[in-house]
């Protein structure tokens, strides 16, 4: 897709005189490395998704990598970026299941996902957490629908669950709240993990992922509140059935399945009307919170027929 559009045309249609030729080789190293779906950081630019409002800026990258919600590590946003450092991480090591109903059932590595999926590449989004605070992120990754294409699901699949590391080794805080239904884990129908925004991002601020925002990959659903974004992947499964998720087990009327950024529809204990922008001179008070975060030309399709009040 990306490939083929900013690869000349002449490459197609003349591959094999050139590779005759030893052209091939050469061309290689004049064309920048994403021409060839690139899996290395930093990854190409998509200006589609550039800064969504000219009041915008991004979050300063220290604000973003250390003040975070990862409740395997600790319940202190200021605290997880310490607790990581323990963690011995090697995204080399790393292996992320794909499972239920689909063709290609197999353990993957996260390079090898990336090259499935034909290449990262940066995006700025917006991200609201349920808590009513939020921030404007580069990531970098690969639309979902680009993976799930090549893993070709049945057709029975009609759901996508996602589950992080389980190894209470590694998540130090995890026997402390022995009340929660672990390994974290979350969930979206088929279409929602198709929709082109539906991004799984390796890295952010042009570099990999941090341990604190959930390294070596993620999911990053911008129309939705913050914990639909799980971190640390280590599964993902195609299934026929609404899957169960740590959040929407734990507290159903407060955090649901759906989970879609909605300012007219409050949260039980605090009003999602408003926000407060992390680390934001242009917005010193708070800005009011836009429907699907700003997305819903993008999404709001998705959601015809369901009572989004309903449906927290
Ligand atoms: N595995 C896991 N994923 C998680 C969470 C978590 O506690 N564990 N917290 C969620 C919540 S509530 C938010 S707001 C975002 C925070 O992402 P960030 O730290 O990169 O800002 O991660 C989400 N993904
Ligand atoms: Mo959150």
């Known amino acids: 897709m990306m490939k083929e559009q900013i690869t000349p045309e002449f490459l197609f249609l003349h591959r094999r005189e050139l590779i005759q030729k030893g052209f091939l080789l050469g061309m290689a190293s004049v064309f920048p490395k994403w021409a060839f779906g690139a899996t290395s950081f930093p990854a190409k630019k998509n200006e589609k998704y550039g800064l969504p409002d000219k009041d915008l800026v991004l979050t300063k990258e220290d604000v973003a990598t250390s003040y975070n919600n990862f409740y395997e590590f600790s319940l202190e946003k200021g605290e997880v970026k310490t607790k990581v450092e323990k963690w011995n991480f090697n995204s080399k090591d790393w292996k992320i299941e794909i499972s239920g109903l689909v063709e290609k059932k197999k353990s993957y ?71 929660y239904p672990w390994p974290y884990t979350e969930g979206l129908t088929l279409a929602e993990a198709m929709n082109p925004l539906t991004l ?38 195609f299934t026929d059935v609404q899957p169960k998720t740590l959040w929407s087990s734990l507290a159903p009327a407060e955090y649901g399945f759906y989970a879609n950024v909605n300012p007219q529809v409050d949260h039980p204990r605090w009003s999602q009307a408003t926000e407060r922008i992390l680390d934001s001179s242009f917005f010193p008070k708070r800005k009011p919170t836009l429907m699907f975060n700003g997305y819903e030309k993008e999404v709001a399709d998705l959601y015809k027929g369901l009572d989004l009040a309903k449906n927290y």
């Open 109 to 179: 590595s996260v390079e090898e996902l990336c090259e499935l999926a034909g290449g990262i590449e940066e995006r700025i989004y917006r991200f609201r957490c349920v808590e009513a605070w939020s921030m404007v992120v580069p990531w970098t990754g690969f639309p979902l629908a680009r993976l799930i294409e090549k893993l070709k699901p049945k057709s029975s699949a009609k759901f996508v669950k996602f589950q992080s590391f389980s190894d209470q080794k590694i998540g130090s805080n995890m026997s402390e709240l022995p009340q």
């Open 200 to 237: 799984i991002a390796t890295g952010m601020y042009g570099k990999t992922l941090p341990k604190q925002n959930g390294a070596p990959l993620r999911l990053v659903t911008p129309w939705k509140y913050g914990f639909k974004s799980i971190k640390s992947i280590v599964k993902i499964e």
